[in-house]
């Protein structure tokens, strides 16, 4: 089953404002990550928070995480044109395997 | 640093011939994973190799794909013969440990005729 899900598939904005995307799991995690691909490009990893951690900042970037909703967000405030791209939530297991299991993604269009 | 290197870049190729793609990871990264990425599919999880061994290749889609990793600075992903429906944007990545981050490579950009 799918173990990451993005929501929304799609998300156009202005250049200024915050673009929020959700991602839902199922099962227990240690970790879960967050990545950005631009088009035709390997993913960058942005972010990562533990299954501890209730929220982390990283410059225009707020993640949050609530374990017993089995759910995160990813906040980008102040959007840039630059910032346009597909963004991944990725969720490991509590077994220690190093597996990631990645979400559909949420594109980003972000209009100047 | 380099980052993870992927080579070739773009491959096409006609059904039933064998296509390797190969990828350096990051010198003292421990794990390896390889992924496939189509749009009806979304980004799957082929194998993954720590310390040089592969550890979990559930998601190989069948015996036509194999993987080795004969050393740290090196692995391959093998199709034998390869079918159109492996056309695909193939990802190398590789992790200094097995809860870190991932990076991830260019892609390998694989058509198959």
């Known amino acids: 089953s799918q173990q990451g899900e993005e929501d929304p598939q799609a998300l156009s904005i202005q250049e200024g404002e915050n673009a929020t995307m959700n991602c839902s799991y199922k099962?227990?995690?240690?970790?879960l990550q967050w990545y950005r691909q631009n088009s035709g490009r390997g993913l960058v990893h942005l972010i990562l928070?533990?299954?501890?951690?209730r929220e982390k900042h990283s410059g225009r970037l707020r993640v949050t995480l609530d374990t017993s909703k089995k759910s995160s967000s990813l906040l980008i405030t102040a959007s840039r044109a630059a910032d346009t791209a597909s963004y991944f939530c990725a969720t490991d297991g509590t077994g220690n395997t190093g597996k990631l299991i990645f979400g559909q993604g949420t594109t980003l269009q972000v209009k100047p | 640093d380099a980052g993870v290197i992927q080579s070739p870049r773009h491959e096409v190729t006609e059904m039933g011939q064998e296509v390797t793609l190969r990828c350096k990871p990051i010198?003292?990264?421990?794990?390896l994973f390889w992924y496939r990425q189509t749009m009806m599919r979304g980004l799957e999880l082929l194998i993954y190799?720590?310390?040089?061994?592969?550890?979990?290749d559930s998601g190989m889609p069948e015996d036509r794909f194999s993987a080795k990793m004969p050393n740290a600075s090196f692995s391959t992903l093998k199709i034998q013969p390869s079918e159109p429906r492996d056309s695909a944007v193939y990802f190398c990545?590789?992790?200094?440990?097995?809860?870190?981050?991932?990076?991830f490579g260019p892609g390998t950009r694989l058509t198959v005729l």
């Open positions: 990545a590789s992790s200094p440990g097995q809860r870190n981050e991932q990076f």
């Open positions: 099962t227990s995690i240690n970790n």
């Open positions: 928070i533990r299954s501890n951690e």
């Open positions: 190799f720590n310390n040089n061994v592969p550890i979990d």
């Open positions: 010198s003292g990264h421990n794990s």
